[in-house]
C-alpha cells in the first residue's frame, strides 16, 4: 500500500473509528469513477464487478446532469407541491402490477423496509415478521435485529422467525424441484404455526425474491409463491424487498419478483434507484398507503424531493434507453457461459448461479462433500483486486464469489473479467 | 387554487396517497428556489422563513457547484478509501468538544438517532430511553414508537419514559429559574427510579437542547445539565439531537447544546447539513464508535459517500465565509425586537421566544389564563401564505408560530416578515 494510502487509513481509522468496514487486505483509494472503470490514486483502473447502486455505470453524465440542473432550480421537501416526484411515482407505478398503485418515498433501503414493516403491522393488526435465515433488511434497530446474515447473529426477537431458503446446489437430496418447494415452503407453515402458538399474529413476510444475500441459489419454481400464500392466509402481507434485485438486473424483468407469479403486497426499492443519490422507497396497493398514512402522519424530510425526483427519473430514462434489461439478458449469458467454462477446469468451482448480471460461484474444497470453501473465496477476490477487478463474496459460508456489476457491462468487459478470474484461479 | 395545481393535486393524491402531509389550506406548488425566496408555478414569490433544511439559501451556488463536481467523478460507498469523507469527518469533529472525537455517517436524522440509540444500548447494556413528552426523533418503527408530539400519541413501549419540559411562559408560577430546574429535573428522577423498578436499565435521555417541538421555550439555565447528570449517574447516556438546532442557527454556538455546559455523549445531525442533500450522522466519542462498530458490523450504503462529504463540506464553508453564525446573532436580535413590537401591540402574541435565527410567537385567546389559541395559529399561517411569507406552528397546543429562516436571512427580509405579520395579525 503506497505511504498516502496508509496515511489516510490511519487518518480514517481516528477519526471514522476502527471498525467502518473497508473491502480487502489492502483497501483501494479512489478518486474517480466512469462507467463500469473505477480509478485509485495511483491512476490504476479497476473494472468493477460488485457495485449494484451505480447502476447505469458511474458518473453517469445524464443522471448527473439531471441531479445539476434540478439541485441549482430547487429542493425542497414535499409538504408542497411539485410536478417532479408525481410524474416519478407515476412512472414507477406504471412498472408494477396494477395492484400496486401507490409509492412513498424514503431515503434509503432501511427507511423504506422500515416503513413498509411499520406498513405491515398497521394493515394487518399483527407484529410477527418472517425473514429468512440469511438475510439483512437494514442498519436500523428493527432491521438489525431482524438480520440473520450477521457473523454474530443475536437471537431472533419474540416477533421475529426465520425460515431456509432452498439451495438446490446443496439441498436438492436428490428432491424434484416440486419436492424442495414443498418441503422449504412447510418451514413457512411451521414459523406462522409457532407464531400463532405464542400468541403473535403474522403482519409480513419480508424477502428479496433473488435471495441475493443468501448467495443467489438456482430459483426454486413455486416456492416463493408458496411461501406467499401461506403468510397471506395466516392474515400476513408479502413484503418484496427489491433493494438488490430490483430495476431490470435480472434482464428478464424490471422487478425481481416478476420472475415468480407472487404479486407483493408491498415492495421497497433503493439502491440503484439514484445511480448513488440517496433515494429509496416503496410501493403499495393505495389502500394501505392512504390507511397507514391517515394514522401514522408519516413524513421524510429529504424522502421524494425535487433532486432525488429528477434523479431517480433519468436512471430510468437510461435503463430505458440504453435498454439495459436486453444488455443484463445478453451479457448476462455471455457471462454465465464463461463461468461455466472456467468451472470445467477449475474444481475449485463447485456451482455457477446467475440471474442476469447477477452471478455467483460457490468455491468448494478438493472433497467429497464439496465442502464451502471460504479462506479461498477470501484469497480470490483479493488476487482479482490486485489485478484490477472488483467483486466480493457472500452466502451462508461466506464462499460464494458475488460479482454483480454496473448494468452497462459490455462483452468486453466480460472477457476482462473471464480472463482475470481464470487466471486467479489459477493462483489460488 | 389554479386548475392546474388542483389537477397536480389529484393527481398526487392518486399516486402518492390522501395523507401524505402537505401545508395550507391551499397547497403552494413550488418549481424555484434562490436564498430566502421561493417561487411558485405563476410566479408568485414567497419569502421563506420556515426552512432550516436550505440552511446556507436555497440553491446555493457554491453547495450546487460541489455536489455536482463530485458527483461527475466518483460517487461510492465508504468500503473504499475516500480522502473526502475523512477530511469533513476531521473538520466536523473540530467543531465539538474534544471528548466528541470520532463521526459515523448516515443519510437522514432518522438514522442517526436510530444509530445513535443502537450505540447508546450497546455501550450502556441498557434499553431504557427518557425523551421529552412533546418530541420527535424521526419515522422508524423504533422513533415513532418513541414519538410524544404526535396528534394521536399511542402510549409509550415499555422501555421509554417521557419527561415534560419546563416552559417559563406557562410554567413559572412565581418559581425561579433555580427552581424550575430542579423541580422538572425531578420528573427525570422519577423517570430514572420507574425503568429501575420494572427493572430496565437506562441507556439514554434523548434531547433537542433547545426543545424546538416542544416549542422553543425560553431556556432554564441549569435544567438540561442536571437532567444530564441525573441520566448519567443512572448509567444512561446523554444524546444530543441537533437535527434542527445544529449548523449555527442558535447564533452563539455551532450547536444547540453549547448553549449549556453539558458535554452530550452523543451528537446526532441531519437537516441542514447538507442543504437539502440527505446526509446526516453522528459523532461521539471513538471508544463508543470503536466498540459499537466491532460488535454491530454497522454499514450504511449511501452514507458518507463522497458527493456527500463535498456538499455537506460546502455546506460548512459557506457558513464560515459567510460568517452565518454572526448574521443569526444580527438579523436574529433584529427580528427579535420587531417580534416584540408585535407582541406589544397585538394582545393575541402571548409570548416571544427566540434564539439566534429560530423564533416563536405564542398565540393566546382574550382571556384571564392566556389559553392557547391553535385555531388563530392555523389561521395566522395561512394568512401569511396568502400573503407571500411561509411560516409553519409547533408546540403541544400547536398554537406557537414557528419562524426558523434559512441562516442567509437578512434585514430587508426581516422588515418583510415584520410587516406582513404585523398585517396578518391585524386580519385575524
Known amino acids: 500500500m503506497p505511504a498516502d494510502d496508509h496515511h489516510l487509513l490511519e487518518r480514517r481509522y481516528r477519526i471514522m473509528g476502527r471498525n467502518a468496514p473497508l ?29 449494484n447502486v451505480p447502476c447505469v455505470g458511474h458518473c453517469h453524465p445524464q443522471v448527473v446532469e439531471a441531479l445539476a440542473r434540478q439541485a441549482e432550480t430547487l429542493n425542497i421537501h414535499t409538504r408542497y407541491l411539485h410536478e417532479g416526484i408525481v410524474n416519478y411515482a407515476e412512472r414507477l407505478c406504471a412498472t408494477f402490477a396494477p395492484s400496486l398503485d401507490a409509492a412513498m418515498f424514503t431515503c434509503t433501503g432501511t427507511e423504506a423496509n422500515e416503513l413498509a414493516l411499520r406498513m405491515a403491522r398497521y394493515v394487518t393488526g399483527g407484529t410477527g415478521i418472517i425473514v429468512s435465515d440469511f438475510s439483512y433488511h437494514g442498519n436500523s434497530e428493527t432491521l438489525a435485529a431482524l438480520t440473520t446474515c450477521s457473523p454474530t447473529p443475536e437471537p431472533l426477537p419474540a416477533f421475529a422467525r426465520q425460515i431456509q431458503i432452498p439451495d438446490p446446489y446443496r439441498d436438492r437430496q436428490g428432491r424434484s424441484d416440486e419436492e424442495l418447494a414443498r418441503v422449504f415452503a412447510s418451514q413457512v407453515e411451521q414459523a406462522v404455526r409457532s407464531m400463532q402458538a ?25 416456492y416463493v409463491e408458496q411461501a406467499v400464500r401461506i403468510v397471506r392466509e395466516a392474515g400476513g402481507l408479502f413484503i418484496c424487498d427489491e433493494v438488490q434485485a430490483g430495476f431490470a438486473r435480472t434482464g428478464d424483468a424490471m422487478w425481481g419478483h416478476q420472475l415468480t407469479d407472487a404479486v407483493p403486497d408491498i415492495v421497497t426499492l433503493g439502491k440503484p434507484m439514484g445511480n448513488g443519490h440517496p433515494v429509496a422507497g416503496l410501493v403499495a396497493a393505495r389502500a394501505h398507503v392512504d390507511a397507514f398514512g391517515g394514522a401514522a402522519n408519516y413524513f421524510n424530510t429529504f424522502g421524494g424531493n425535487p433532486v432525488s425526483a429528477a434523479v431517480a427519473s433519468a436512471v430510468l430514462d437510461v435503463i430505458e434507453t440504453e435498454d439495459l434489461a436486453a444488455n443484463c439478458r ?70 460464494i464469489l458475488k460479482m454483480r456489476p454496473p448494468l452497462v457491462f459490455s462483452k468486453e468487459n466480460a472477457d476482462v473479467l473471464l480472463t482475470t478470474l481464470d487466471d486467479a484461479l489459477a493462483a489460488l
Chains 1, 2 share one sequence.
Open 23 to 51: 473491502f480487502y487486505d489492502k483497501p483501494v483509494h479512489l478518486v474517480r469513477g466512469e462507467g463500469v472503470w473505477l480509478y485509485d490514486a495511483d491512476g490504476k483502473r479497476y473494472l468493477d464487478v460488485y457495485n
Open 330 to 399: 445478453n451479457v448476462g449469458a455471455y457471462v454465465r457461459s464463461g463461468l461455466d467454462q472456467l468451472k470445467a477446469r477449475h474444481p475449485v468451482v463447485g456451482n455457477v448461479r446467475s440471474q442476469g448480471l447477477f452471478f455467483g460461484l460457490d468455491l468448494v474444497n478438493d472433497d467429497a462433500q464439496n465442502s464451502p470453501a471460504p479462506d479461498k473465496a477470501k484469497r480470490l477476490i483479493n488476487l482479482m483486486r490486485d489485478r484490477g477487478v472488483l467483486i466480493s463474496r457472500i452466502g451462508r459460508h461466506d464462499n
Open 198 to 222: 405464542d400468541g403473535i399474529r403474522p403482519a409480513a413476510l419480508l424477502i428479496d425474491t433473488l435471495f441475493a444475500n443468501e448467495g443467489l441459489p438456482d430459483r426454486v419454481p413455486g
